[in-house]
């Protein structure tokens, strides 16, 4: 049931203010400006132990896993990267006790994360999964996790789910960073952050008119660059996938820094750039990109915190405490990539040669 809505993609994007409801839904604890995770299997001495987070996932799952890395090791200060699941199994990695592997996928089902899992477990590693299929295989096999609450995500291409993910593991690192070394007003900060997010979801979905105008215009695209740096660079890979999965246009994801190293050569104004450009430290760097860009005549989409001068068109997003804003900026990309498609005809619900869960090699 699309409950009114033409496509499941659409109906599970503007669901996105209640999913997130959810997964915050009684586990904040404001007396100690933490976050309960019951299913960790993990108290606090253990937590204290951990030397290092791995995080292995694949597609939109591993992005979400990036922007979770990210936020491990800025809140709870433990080194932590995301790899995907079917590299990592392939190259006999060191498996370290001290290691909390963290497995992400939306089905649970996926063949190569699950391969990775048991791969672990058998090596003896501490496995937890975050997962949204209850029940579901990683979930089984995991030492514990926790659940990321979307609800049934249908369309091919995850939406809600990546949300919910990144949501998770703002939780996660918020709960590990309390037991070690993030202060209570940090906690505090953090967990007043998360409360506004559904809010601001659904002000982001009010544009939406606006960002389909946009969509309109660059729908007829051969190819699309998207960057971003640090938080921003797993929303522009992310962003970058929406786009390729159901509007068919080519699209590139790189790290603002690293277009003076090549990807420059490629801009001119057939190739338009989606840039993301959040208030924060990073803000001059990224203006910075964007002359650069400009100077080349390149076409700029801006998903930033207030109108960017040099770009083309800016969508506005609310700002929230930047450590949490990723998990805001790849909402508007999300009804960019649905609204090209839609505007090319696309079949958005099956796209070509993907199927929702791949559970062979
Ligand atoms: O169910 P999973 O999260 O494990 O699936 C992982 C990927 O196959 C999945 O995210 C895929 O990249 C989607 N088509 C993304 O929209």
New binding site residues.
């Given amino acids: 049931d699309m409950g009114g809505h033409d496509t499941y993609m659409h109906k599970e994007i503007s669901e996105q203010a209640d999913a997130v409801d959810r997964v915050l839904r009684g586990r904040i604890d404001d007396r100690f400006s933490t976050v309960h995770l019951g299913g960790l299997n993990l108290d606090a001495r253990e937590a204290r132990g951990i030397r290092r987070v791995k995080i292995l ?6 992005h979400a896993g990036m922007i979770g890395a990210q936020l491990i090791e800025e809140l709870a200060r433990i080194p932590a990267d995301a790899e995907p699941a079917s590299e990592f199994r392939y190259r006999n990695p060191v498996v370290d006790p001290d290691t909390l592997y963290v497995a ?7 063949y190569d ?1 699950l391969a990775a899992v048991q791969e672990l477990k058998r090596k003896g590693a501490r496995v937890l999964g975050v997962v ?1 299929v209850v029940g579901s295989a ?1 979930a089984r096999e995991a030492d514990g996790g926790m659940y990321v609450h979307a609800g049934p995500e249908v369309c ?4 809600k ?2 949300t919910n993910t990144v949501v998770a593991f703002a939780l996660l690192a918020l709960h590990l960073g309390r037991i070690r070394d993030l202060s209570v007003s940090d906690g505090k900060r953090l967990i007043a952050g998360l409360r506004k997010l559904p809010a601001q979801i659904a002000a982001i979905l009010e544009t939406e008119d606006e960002i389909k105008k946009i969509a309109e215009e660059y729908a007829g695209a051969q190819s699309m660059m998207f960057i971003g740096r640090v938080r921003g660079y797993p929303v522009a890979l992310e962003a970058s ?2 786009l390729k ?1 159901i509007s068919y246009i080519h699209a590139e994801a790189y790290p603002a820094s690293e277009l003076k190293h090549g990807p420059l050569a490629l801009i001119e104004p057939a190739l338009p750039t989606v840039a993301i450009v959040p208030d924060d430290e990073l803000l001059e760097k990224n203006r910075a990109a964007l002359e650069e860009i400009k100077a080349r005549s390149g076409r700029i989409l801006a998903v930033a915190h207030r109108e960017q001068e040099k770009a083309d068109h800016t969508i506005v997003v609310p700002k929230n405490e930047t450590e949490l804003d990723p998990i805001l900026m790849g909402i508007p990309l999300q009804l960019l990539a649905y609204h090209t498609a839609l505007a090319m005809g696309r079949d958005i619900d099956k796209p070509r040669n ?1 199927a ?3 559970t062979v090699e």
């Fill in positions: 996932g694949c597609g939109t799952s591993y992400v996928s939306q089905s649970g089902e996926t994360v949204n990683i091919v291409v995850s939406t789910c990546f996938l929406k999965e993907l929702k869960s791949v």
